[in-house]
């Protein structure tokens, strides 16, 4: 029985001293902290001069270098453990190029970074060739006039004379746009062009003279046996067809926005509102969405004011000074592009 209960107190100590040994090495050990991991940015598209910024977020993120990023974007900031941002403004087109994103987190090395990898494409801004000024003659195809450029991706038209159509040369790769058609209608038209890149970089708005003139007959040969005969009239100069009318109230008060109607009286009408706002000493412009109107149809069209455009009326009309808007219609119709006479509102409060 002694023995034994010897044997009982001797295992038992060992066991402790296991125990205190075992804790000690314990305590030394740190706990590994968790690699870094990324939430994978989307493929970028930027412009060359305009300024971007791009938010990466993960977890973990106490480092964060990155390559291949296109030139003039070279700010890397950390905002938290889970954010950092790059940004700057691009300098040079380029095309897709990868970007590779390396992060590590406090432990840093020996731990292996973790990367991720995202496409980065700079768009250069579109350019126009100016055309010369252009002069055509009604119920006459107009010789095709090529309008060539850098990144063309669209090329809209504003006062193209009716019955001319711009649209894309097939294979050009963004590079050229031709005008064709036959115009309809007589008329002296500034056209203006501006050009939008894929990644919605406009270009600077080109003008040029566009004039068209009324068809002439051929002179009549008399035979000397007959009597002359009284010189025909010229012909007339042909009247262009109105694609509707604008209408409005004389007088609107001052809100959110102002409005005007339009009645389509051919096959179709895509109607843009101008107006110019003069409010005392103060002008600016705004326009509304383009609107899609069927034949016989009258709808109301609205232009929305910003904030400090409806703060500008208001002072305006606080000093007891004037405020008018004068208000005209661009149209796109099935005779044609017709820009319509300025109706003057007046803003009341």
């Known amino acids: 029985m002694l023995d034994l209960l ?19 090495f314990g305590a030394g050990v740190a706990h590994a902290e968790e690699l870094p991991s990324f939430t994978k940015p989307v493929d ?35 905002e938290t453990e889970e954010t950092w941002t790059i940004s700057g403004t691009p300098t040079t087109a380029q095309p897709a190029t990868t970007v590779t994103l390396e992060a590590k987190n406090k432990q840093g090395e020996p731990v292996s970074p973790v990367t991720t990898e995202f496409k980065w494409t700079v768009e250069a801004l579109p350019t126009i060739g100016e055309p010369p000024s ?37 294979g050009a790769e963004e590079s050229e746009w031709i005008v064709t058609g036959i115009p309809t ?20 708005p080109l003008t040029f003279k566009w004039t068209v003139t009324a068809a002439q007959e051929p ?17 007339e100069t042909p009247k262009a067809v109105s694609a509707g009318r604008l209408g409005t109230m004389p007088t609107q008060k001052q809100g959110r926005e102002l409005w005007a109607s339009f009645l389509c009286e051919v096959a179709s009408c895509k109607v843009e509102v101008m107006a110019t706002i003069t409010a005392g000493k103060t002008k600016f412009k705004l326009h509304s969405a383009r609107t899609a109107i069927a034949q016989g149809k009258k709808v109301r069209i609205a232009l929305k004011l910003t904030k400090k455009q409806r703060a500008l009326i208001t002072a305006a009309l606080k000093k007891r000074k004037k405020v008018t808007a004068a208000m005209s219609a661009s149209i796109d119709s099935s005779v044609g592009r017709q820009v319509t006479k300025a109706l003057v509102v007046t803003v009341k409060r």
């Open 219 to 235: 002179p009549k040969i008399e035979t000397p046996s007959k009597p002359a005969e009284t010189p025909s009239k010229p012909p």
């Open 6 to 24: 010897h044997r009982t107190r001797k295992t038992a100590c060992a066991s402790l001293l296991a125990c205190v040994v075992l804790g000690a």
């Open 185 to 204: 209608t007589v008329q002296t038209a500034i056209v203006t062009l501006q050009a939008e890149n894929k990644a919605g970089g406009r270009s600077a």
């Open 44 to 78: 970028e598209t930027s412009i060359v001069g305009k300024h971007v910024v791009l938010t990466v977020t993960g977890t973990h993120l106490a480092t964060l270098t990155a390559q291949g990023l296109p030139a003039g974007v070279e700010t890397i900031t950390k």
């Open 134 to 170: 252009q002069a055509s003659t009604v119920g006459k195809a107009i010789t095709p006039l090529g309008i060539k450029g850098t990144n063309l991706s669209q090329l809209t038209p504003e006062m193209l004379p009716a019955g001319l159509e711009l649209k894309p040369v097939p």
